[in-house]
T-cell receptor, first 112, second 113 residues
Framework: KQEVTQIPAALSVPEGENLVLNCSFT??????LQWFRQDPGKGLTSLLL?????REQTSGRLNASLDKSSGRSTLYIAASQPGDSATYLC???????????FGKGTTLSVSS | EPEVTQTPSHQVTQMGQEVILRCVPI?????FYWYRQILGQKVEFLVS????????KSEIFDDQFSVERPDGSNFTLKIRSTKLEDSAMYFC???????????FGNGTRLTVT
């Protein structure tokens, strides 16, 4: 059964720092991996989707990498801003099935 | 940008009552989903729906739950007889063909008293 783990659970950084959020999954037979942002009491906003054949995706200050064989993905945030404060969720879709399986998230706080 | 919309944003109901949560997916999307998030826990998959039928469901999605796409735009989740443990945020999501990203609504917070 696929399990997704995110480390750290929480992270506090000063504005301007570059940071890395980690995601690991137990079954490497994935179809894709998606990173989301969740603000308190709100829905999930899709940030990046990496297909299983890809190694990374970039959008603005965000870069997500995927190492399928080792079951890891990282989300790199450059030059963090207070507006980046949110919970970041990693989710994988297995090759068999259509469901996304989520990690518990990393709650990021960026102070000005 | 098109978005998934959910109503109501908050629903309070008594144990044993039926509730219907409503969603309008993005108009050209073909795959529809319901997820839930109990406070402080992971987002959990409930059910996926494609071509007017359930394509996958989790063990959470028991006989108390049902989904329907009554017309070309709405997608509903019905809980027949709510329990206290059904209290959660329920998210609707949709996506297009192939390897396209999943788009979520803002959720309905269901409180069962």
């Amino acid at each position: 059964k696929q399990e997704v783990t995110q480390i750290p659970a929480a992270l506090s950084v000063p504005e301007g720092e570059n940071l890395v959020l980690n995601c690991s999954f137990t079954d490497s037979a994935i179809y894709n991996l998606q990173w989301f942002r969740q603000d308190p009491g709100k829905g999930l906003t899709s940030l990046l989707l990496i297909q299983s054949s890809q190694r990374e995706q970039t959008s603005g200050r965000l870069n997500a990498s995927l190492d399928k064989s080792s079951g890891r993905s990282t989300l790199y945030i450059a030059a963090s801003q207070p507006g980046d404060s949110a919970t970041y969720l990693c989710a994988v879709r297995n090759q068999a099935g259509t469901a996304l399986i989520f990690g518990k998230g990393t709650t990021l706080s960026v102070s000005s | 940008e098109p978005e998934v919309t959910q109503t109501p944003s908050h629903q309070v109901t008594q144990m044993g009552q039926e509730v219907i949560l409503r969603c309008v997916p993005i108009s050209n999307h073909l795959y529809f989903y319901w997820y839930r998030q109990i406070l402080g826990q992971k987002v959990e998959f409930l059910v996926s729906f494609y071509n007017n039928e359930i394509s996958e469901k989790s063990e959470i999605f028991d006989d108390q739950f049902s989904v329907e796409r009554p017309d070309g735009s709405n997608f509903t989740l019905k809980i027949r007889s709510t329990k206290l443990e059904d209290s959660a945020m329920y998210f609707c999501a949709s996506r297009g063909q192939g390897n396209s990203p999943l788009h979520f609504g803002n959720g309905t917070r269901l409180t069962v008293t």
